[in-house]
């Protein structure tokens, strides 16, 4: 590992905490609708959230246009900050794990929102597709099995609707994944191991409550 400055990493940190915090589900929601976005459906400041509230007011289309917008604010936020704080901390791995971590913070507890916001995934997914796109399809593969399997178990049927059932529904087998995708990438990009490992357990912390919502939900069928 090569020498860091500390005083350049709190500087990397700072920068990357307040593009974290600037709100791209607030920006984009004003471009589509009044709505606050806090206030409406889930109340989350994520790209799922977005194409709920535009979905249903404007249509699919509409929806699905928020959704990419706000995707795309989000994950560039953290591929920027990772970019500035590769030009302050020279060594890579350092430099992307304070990035993505201190991002995520800013993006889950706006210091402009009174310390809320959304969930964090949209910015580490920006930051494996930007720096290794290969690692991000064995995350989101994982992601993706998980999710199915976990559905599978749960409501024991297979049928067209099975994937969407598992993306939009599936809670727990989602974070599941996320989890446990952490393994093959151990193996195969440690500089983005640990990026993923410290931003997990904050996307984790952000679901507590879909997860013990969805609980519920299960013990009533």
């Known amino acids: 590992m090569q020498d860091i400055n500390i005083i350049n990493c709190l500087l990397a940190a700072l920068i990357s ?3 974290g915090s600037i709100p791209g589900a607030v920006v984009v929601g004003r471009l589509f609708t009044k709505k606050n976005f806090q206030q409406e459906e889930s109340g989350n400041l994520g790209a799922t959230n977005a194409l709920r509230i535009v ?8 929806g699905a246009a928020a959704f990419v917008c706000v995707f795309i604010f989000d994950a560039s936020k953290a591929i920027a900050a990772c970019l500035i704080a590769m030009a302050y901390i020279p060594d890579r791995t350092a430099a992307l794990a304070i990035a993505t971590l201190f991002t995520v913070l800013g993006h889950n507890y706006s210091v402009f929102l009174k310390f809320h916001g959304g969930r964090g995934a949209a910015s580490l997914i920006g930051v494996l597709m ?7 399809l064995v995350w989101f593969g994982t992601f993706l099995l998980s999710a199915i399997i976990f559905e599978i178990a749960e409501s024991k049927k297979i049928d067209k609707k099975l994937v969407v059932r598992a993306i939009d529904k599936q809670i ?3 974070l599941a994944g996320e989890v446990i995708a952490l393994l093959p990438i151990y193996f195969l990009d440690k500089t983005l191991f640990w990026p993923a490992l410290l931003v997990t357990p904050l996307i984790l912390i952000r679901h507590k409550e879909r997860v013990i919502r969805q609980i519920e939900e299960r013990k009533k069928q």
Not at 55 to 62: A, I, M, N, S
Not at 130 to 136: C, G
């Open 130 to 136: 930007f720096f290794n796109y290969k690692i991000f």
């Open 17 to 19: 905490y307040l593009l």
């Open 55 to 62: 979905g249903k007011e404007k249509g699919k289309l509409f």
């Open 172 to 174: 727990i087998g989602r």
